[in-house]
């Protein structure tokens, strides 16, 4: 630990924004992590076999409920949007899906690709800082005395180089991070776009199905 405060102190303003955008990063990715995994999650094909169940059964308003009882999960959000317009014609069932579908998707996708972005920022940062090093080391070594030059020019270079080995360290695990949660939450939006045609497609059916005699 105390090699490492050495090290950040010795970096200077380009380490310590490093850290800075590391701090960030992991505030986005556990923000992010926390979303795809439970907030906005949920076993798709479980969910709709329920669903399919209930309207097989013409059972609307307990589909609705089922729905409800996952009030922040995207995929219930977009299904209870058809659901509840299931009496309203095709026409309005498929536009209710497809505006809720476009409501929940940016919120699902929502800050994944900054951290692709800040994973190219901290490698740029930390190469900047290796040649402000470089440039630092060699500067000291002019003006040192030659027995001296060698010595300083070893520690300097070494100083430089961990602005690399520091941005491409937060660079791998920003790209870590984003392959975790942006894996997860284009799941979540095949999840979407496949269970949501099929529930509209099962509500078309449904009303373009003969009412039984006496109703």
Not at 28 to 53: H, P, T, W
Request: hydrophobic share 55%; glycine share 6%.
């Amino acid at each position: 630990m105390g090699e490492l405060s050495n090290i950040i102190e010795m970096g200077g303003a380009t380490m310590k924004v490093n850290i800075f955008f590391l701090i960030v990063s992991v505030a986005i990715f556990l923000d992010r992590l926390i979303a795809v995994y439970f907030k906005f999650n949920v076993d798709g094909s479980r969910f709709m076999v329920q669903i399919e169940k209930l309207v097989a059964s013409d059972n609307i308003d307990k589909a609705v409920k089922l729905c409800n009882a996952a009030p922040k999960a995207a995929l219930a959000r977009v299904l209870r949007a058809g659901l509840s317009r299931s009496n309203r014609g095709i026409l309005e069932i498929g536009n209710a899906i497809e505006e809720e579908t476009l409501a929940v998707t940016p919120a699902v996708m929502k800050r994944i690709s900054a951290l692709w972005s800040l994973a190219n920022v901290c490698v740029l940062i930390g190469l900047f800082g290796t040649i402000l090093g470089l440039i630092k080391a060699f500067k000291a070594v002019g003006a040192a005395d030659p027995e001296m030059k060698s010595q300083l020019l070893t520690q300097g270079i070494s100083e430089a180089m961990y602005h690399t080995a520091f941005g491409l360290m937060i660079a791998i695990m920003c790209i870590t991070g984003h392959l975790i949660v942006s894996s997860k939450a284009r799941a979540i939006v095949e999840d979407i776009e496949l269970h949501s045609l099929k529930l509209e497609n099962m509500l078309a059916r449904r009303a373009a199905a003969p009412l039984p005699e006496g109703r």
